[in-house]
């Protein structure tokens, strides 16, 4: 009999745990997840990112996305829209259920404590009074980070990519910056066009006739104009340089160097020097008066196979 009231007591026990695990795993899946971060992208006016060592701020002015390094007090330079608008659209859209800790000792080995993190981020928004601010620490999986917000100690494992929170100015810059529209003006190393009644020509007295072909490369060239990333200075040396006047009569002057190794351009409007690719130099660098000189086909096909040959030899 008192085998049998043990057997009896062991088995009211069982029922009782497994009665208190189902109904916890039915609160956990049923409990409904809440988004971390609450704001509305269209109102941030800047996102502070800052690590151990470096520190950069991305501010919304006049319209466009700025970037600038806090530490060294870089330039500000053009931030790409898209990127900082997909950082934003990700943190707005991210939901958590439980979090994975609470301790401060968890703080420490997630790296998501006030002093020992990866990523320090505050994101200002103008109707609010204080920033959303949180860090982001170790990974926890492919695309995934932990995070804990500033005044909270929960922290969570979230889809947050620490590498599109880089501290790196390249990854933020809009590398189209320097790009340009419509033209009706171009003053090169020596020549100079101009657009009347929608058609291009020299602008001097001459007897030769323009390539448009070329002239059509030429322009295609500045309107997906491209930079590779940014240069701490430019190589000394003379530079190439084109003149281009805008629709709206705004005059914008591209200065292009090369040290033999890397190639640099500059544009007025900036004190930044930037970095172009080889192919990108090379396709401005060639134009000029002569390349510029439309060749009746017979004597282009002349002037191909003497290029050829003297190649060859």
């Given at each position: 009999?008192?085998?049998?009231?043990?057997?009896?007591?062991?088995?009211?026990?069982?029922?009782?745990?497994?009665?208190?695990?189902?109904?916890?795993?039915?609160?956990?899946?049923?409990?409904?997840?809440?988004?971390?971060?609450?704001?509305?992208?269209?109102?941030?006016?800047?996102?502070?990112?800052?690590?151990?060592?470096?520190?950069?701020?991305?501010?919304?002015?006049?319209?466009?996305?700025?970037?600038?390094?806090?530490?060294?007090?870089?330039?500000?330079?053009?931030?790409?829209?898209?990127?900082?608008?997909?950082?934003?659209?990700?943190?707005q859209e991210i939901e958590a259920t439980w979090p994975v800790a609470k301790t401060m000792a968890s703080q420490k080995r997630f790296e998501v404590a006030q002093d020992a993190f990866q990523k320090h981020v505050k994101i200002y928004v103008t109707s609010q009074d204080e920033p959303i601010e949180f860090f982001v620490g170790t990974s926890p999986g492919l695309r995934k980070s932990h995070v804990r917000l500033v005044q909270s100690k929960e922290i969570y494992a979230l889809p947050v990519n620490v590498h599109e929170l880089s501290l790196a100015l390249d990854d933020w810059l809009d590398k189209k910056a320097l790009s340009l529209g419509e033209v009706h003006k171009i003053n090169g190393p020596d020549f100079s066009l101009s657009k009347e009644?929608?058609?291009?020509?020299?602008?001097?007295?001459?007897?030769?006739?323009l390539d448009l072909e070329r002239l059509e490369e030429f322009l295609s060239g500045f309107r997906s104009f491209c930079v590779q990333g940014l240069a701490q200075e430019l190589p000394k040396g003379e530079p190439i340089v084109f003149e281009l006047v805008d629709a709206f009569d705004q005059v914008w002057t591209y200065r292009f160097y090369s040290d033999g190794e890397k190639n640099f351009v500059l544009r007025d409007d900036r004190d930044t020097p930037f970095l172009l690719r080889s192919f990108d130099y090379e396709k401005f660098a060639k134009f000029s008066f002569s390349h510029l000189v439309h060749i009746p086909q017979f004597l282009d096909m002349v002037q191909q196979y003497d290029d050829g040959a003297n190649n060859d030899g």
């Open positions: 009999m008192k085998k049998m009231r043990m057997a009896l007591s062991a088995l009211f026990f069982l029922q009782c745990l497994l009665s208190v695990l189902f109904l916890w795993q039915s609160f956990e899946v049923n409990k409904a997840p809440v988004k971390i971060f609450s704001f509305d992208k269209n109102n941030v006016e800047r996102i502070e990112i800052r690590g151990q060592s470096a520190a950069l701020e991305i501010s919304h002015v006049e319209g466009q996305w700025v970037v600038w390094d806090v530490v060294s007090q870089f330039d500000a330079i053009p931030a790409s829209t898209s990127r900082v608008v997909n950082l934003l659209s990700a943190l009644n929608e058609v291009w020509g020299f602008s001097s007295k001459t007897d030769q006739k």
